[in-house]
């Protein structure tokens, strides 16, 4: 991914380099945040525009799973302006207008910031009204909807497809699941393999093996629809066995 998205391989990227991360799914203000250096170290690289491989492994991290306390302080930290511990309202605001702005340009109609903020302090029932802290975000289950609702455009159109009640059944299923970057790293595999196996022939007709992740992950996936990268292989019915019965011995001298 950063090889990608560093296109004169100099080991940094710049604001404009993130931005193609994941086809612009990240807004303009949060890539600003990401350079302030609210989450960046190394005052050189700040102070060039640029951040580094260690600081982009984890922003993808961070990007990718949004569940784990580590990510949840990475976007806390760039959400909080004015770096007092808490998101404000007017913070809050302020991330969702671009998110507005991006889905009018799409045609879609954005749901009222009121209405949002109603949906949001319903999700991560804060302590203290008017306010969100660290904590509370933490001891929400669903912090990546949160944040993705002000700052991620793709995945947080993602959540609006689905039903409040699945959301709240993903939240507190108490089985064994996957995590986010589990699933993301699951996916790029898949997509790899697609892309190696891309225009060579199948030997013996058969599938591929599952690897020892995708067999997890394919017993939680009954609910996530899976793309087709590739058509499947011909049913081993189809083949004419006897085509392949005779030896060169019996073929016939040119």
């Known amino acids: 991914k950063f090889w990608e998205l560093d296109t004169d391989h100099d080991l940094l990227i710049d604001a404009d380099d993130l931005a193609r991360h994941n086809d612009h799914a990240l807004s303009t203000k949060m890539i600003d945040r990401i350079f302030s250096g609210a989450v960046t170290r190394g005052r050189k690289v700040q102070k060039e525009g640029k951040i580094s491989y260690a600081d982009f492994v984890w922003f993808l991290i961070s990007e990718e799973d949004k569940k784990t306390p580590t ?16 998101l ?134 009954s609910p996530l629809a899976q793309r087709p990268f590739f058509e499947a292989p011909s049913p081993l019915g189809a083949v004419d066995l006897y085509e392949y019965a005779c030896g060169d011995e019996d073929l016939e001298p040119l």
């Open 71 to 86: 990510s949840i302080e990475y976007w806390f930290r760039c959400m909080d302006l004015d770096g007092d511990g808490a």
């Open 88 to 221: 404000s309202m007017f913070e809050l605001e302020y991330f969702y207008e671009e998110q507005c702005r991006r889905l009018d340009s799409m045609a879609i109609e954005a749901l009222p910031f009121q209405d949002c903020l109603c949906q949001m302090l319903d999700l991560v029932k804060p302590r203290t009204e008017g306010k969100i802290t660290l904590q509370d975000l933490k001891r929400c289950k669903l912090a990546n909807v949160f944040f993705d609702t002000f700052f991620n455009i793709e995945k947080y159109l993602d959540h609006e497809q689905k039903e409040q009640i699945s959301l709240l059944r993903d939240g507190d299923s108490g089985g064994p699941e996957l995590s986010d970057w589990e699933k993301y790293a699951a996916e790029e595999y898949d997509i790899l393999v697609a892309e190696e196996t891309v225009g060579e022939p199948w030997e013996d007709g058969f599938e591929a093996e599952l690897s020892p992740v995708e067999q997890k992950l394919s017993a939680l996936r």
